[in-house]
Nanobody, 123 residues
Framework: QVQLVESGGGSVQAGGSLRLSCAASGRTFNSYAMGWFRHSPGKEREFVAA????????IYADSVKGRFTISRDNAKNMVYLQMSSLKPEDTAVYYC????????????????WGQGTQVTVSS
């Protein structure tokens, strides 16, 4: 079992920044690919970013590329999503996810999910 707890959401004006954190506990964190997803009312859940075990295995959705950065600290069992140049369309509940395979998590398949944290961007 892996437990994931997100934090860092909040309200910000367009152009601002936020950093989301995801604390993982339970089984070996290092063996999992980690990802961020978001869900806003009336839309399907959207893949945002994912990172495997190394910095080279990082991928972003086109909608956030160049603005968001995913990182992980394996020593602390933490995953982060640094969000900059935020837009109103980034408003959503953001979820952290863990999955054995990076290719699976990119497709929205994850074994473990957090409870989500709300991000609201006002214009």
């Amino acid at each position: 079992q892996v437990q994931l707890v997100e934090s860092g959401g909040g309200s910000v004006q367009a152009g601002g920044s936020l950093r989301l954190s995801c604390a993982a506990s339970g089984r070996t964190f290092n063996s999992y690919a980690m990802g961020w997803f978001r869900h806003s009312p009336g839309k399907e859940r959207e893949f945002v970013a994912a990172r495997g075990w190394t910095a080279g295995s990082t991928i972003y959705a086109d909608s956030v590329k160049g603005r968001f950065t995913i990182s992980r600290d394996n020593a602390k069992n933490m995953v982060y999503l640094q969000m900059s140049s935020l837009k109103p369309e980034d408003t959503a509940v953001y979820y952290c996810a863990a999955e054995n395979r990076l290719v699976s998590i990119i497709r929205g398949v994850a074994e473990y999910w957090g409870q989500g944290t709300q991000v609201t961007v006002s214009s």
